[in-house]
Structures are given as structure tokens and as C-alpha cells.
């Protein structure tokens, strides 16, 4: 069972930066794949970015790319959002998912961090 913590969320204002982070235990960190998701209130939860377990490739969803740059510490169990040039509609919950190399989903959830962007 791997436990995800993200931090780093807060408000920021339109085109500033936060970093998200997320720590992973209880599993082998490098065995799973790591994905950024986030909901926003009165959507769906929508994907933000992944990286493979060696850190390449990276994936992006289209509105994020160019902005945010997802990265990865094996050493520390630990994946990062980098998120620049915030924008209003980026506010949101953020969360981190773990997907062992052998399943074909992400298999654990972290709680969310909220990520408010004021215009």
C-alpha cells in the first residue's frame, strides 16, 4: 500500500508560481509511474501531467504545456509540479496518483491540495 502526501498548494496570483509536491511511502517509489490530476469545483477530475518512473518521458494535458513541468526524485520518493504563469482557471484541487508499472490504471490517491488562482 503506498501512501501519497502532496503539498505546496495555496493562492497565488495570476501569472505567479507554486511548486506541488507529493511524498511517497510505503512502496518501491520507482516502480510506479506518477500523474498530476486536479478538480476543479463542479467538474470532473482532469488530467494535468505524468512522468515514467525514470523521470522520461513526461506527458502533459494541452492546457498546461509550456507552463508546468513535472519532474521526479527516486531518492526521495518524491514527484513535483512545477506550475508557472498561473492562470484563474488553474484553481483547483490538485492531486498526486501512483501507477505500478504492471496495472493499467493509477492505483493510490493522495487527499488533494488546494491551488487558488485570483485574477
Known amino acids: 500500500q503506498v501512501q501519497l502526501v502532496e503539498s505546496g498548494g495555496g493562492l497565488v496570483q495570476a501569472g505567479g508560481s507554486l511548486r506541488l509536491s507529493c511524498a511517497a511511502s510505503g512502496g518501491t517509489f520507482s516502480n510506479y509511474r506518477m500523474g498530476w490530476f486536479r478538480q476543479a469545483p463542479g467538474t470532473e477530475r482532469e488530467f494535468v501531467a505524468a512522468i515514467s518512473w525514470s523521470g522520461v518521458p513526461t506527458y502533459y494535458a494541452s492546457s498546461v504545456k509550456g507552463r508546468f513541468t513535472v519532474s521526479r526524485d527516486n531518492a526521495k520518493s518524491t514527484v513535483y509540479l512545477q506550475m508557472n504563469s498561473l492562470k484563474p482557471e488553474d484553481t483547483a484541487v490538485y492531486y498526486c496518483?501512483?501507477?505500478?508499472?504492471?496495472?493499467?490504471?493509477?492505483?493510490?490517491w493522495g487527499q488533494g491540495t488546494q491551488v487558488t488562482v485570483s485574477s
Open positions: 496518483a501512483a501507477q505500478h508499472y504492471s496495472s493499467h490504471e493509477y492505483d493510490f
